[in-house]
């Protein structure tokens, strides 16, 4: 069974703060896909970034970053210079790949609500 | 433009009355989810549909149920068995395979919010 942990239930920072969103995930499986969604007041979920188990290099997105370690089982998530259109509840998932092949269901966490403040 | 469309926004229950939550997405997905949401709360799986004419119980199903006649649509009725319905519903799409060049696994509705009158 797959599990995704964030560990952190609310953040609040001031605005230009830089803040790191925690997610650490366990799975059986060799080959599996790790995922940022954020979610904003309206309700709709929004993608960020998809990551996959063989390839761990870091990634950055203006002010998003992306810190996958395979060794501690986590892929954070850190905004720089926060801004108040950040404040949202992010998600983090996991899909594995069964049997060779993987689907699209995804095993989310918790959610972090992040408050920015001006 | 594709996506998907939940209707309807806002959606009021009577006590011992069945409600369906309409999904409908045109990016020619072959698996569609439901998901519960709680208010400070993850999202729970309650449904989901690999191909038409077959769907899984997710995490929480009962007392709800859905139907899967077209790939487009996935409707999901909250039946009276349901007795805290008050929630936030999404329905989501994806491929049924992610691959390396796939890179958003489930595409989101805008969800419907569900309460008790």
């Known amino acids: 069974a797959q599990k995704v942990t964030q560990a952190q239930t609310e953040i609040s920072v001031v605005e230009k703060e830089d803040v790191t969103l925690d997610c650490v995930y366990e799975?059986?499986?060799?080959?599996?896909?790790l995922f940022w969604y954020k979610q904003p007041p309206s309700g709709e979920l929004v993608f960020l970034i998809r990551?996959?188990?063989?390839?761990?290099q870091n990634e950055i997105s203006g002010r998003y970053s992306w810190n996958f370690q395979k060794s501690t089982s986590s892929f954070n998530f850190t905004i720089t210079a926060s801004q108040v259109v950040d404040s949202a509840v992010y998600f983090c998932?996991?899909?594995?790949?069964?049997?060779?092949?993987?689907?699209?269901?995804?095993?989310f966490g918790q959610g972090t609500i992040l408050t920015v403040h001006p | 433009d594709g996506g998907i469309t939940q209707s309807p926004k806002y959606l009021f229950r009577k006590e011992g009355q069945n409600v369906t939550l309409s999904c409908e997405q045109n990016?020619?997905?072959?698996?569609m989810y439901w998901y519960r949401q709680d208010p400070g709360q993850g999202l729970r799986l309650i449904y989901y549909?690999?191909?038409?004419?077959?769907?899984q119980k997710g995490d929480i199903a009962e007392g709800y149920s859905v139907s899967r006649e077209k790939k487009e649509s996935f409707p999901l009725t909250v039946t009276s068995a349901q007795k805290n319905p008050t929630a936030f519903y999404l329905c989501?799409?994806?491929?049924?395979?992610?691959?390396?060049?796939?890179?958003?696994?489930?595409?989101f509705g805008d969800g419907t919010r569900l309460s008790i009158l």
């Open positions: 989501a799409s994806s491929p049924l395979y992610i691959t390396r060049h796939s890179n958003q696994p489930q595409h």
């Open positions: 799975t059986r499986d060799t080959t599996y896909y």
């Open positions: 990551r996959n188990s063989f390839d761990e």
């Open positions: 998932a996991l899909s594995v790949n069964a049997g060779g092949t993987s689907y699209g269901k995804l095993t």
């Open positions: 990016l020619n997905h072959d698996a």
């Open positions: 549909s690999q191909i038409v004419n077959d769907f």
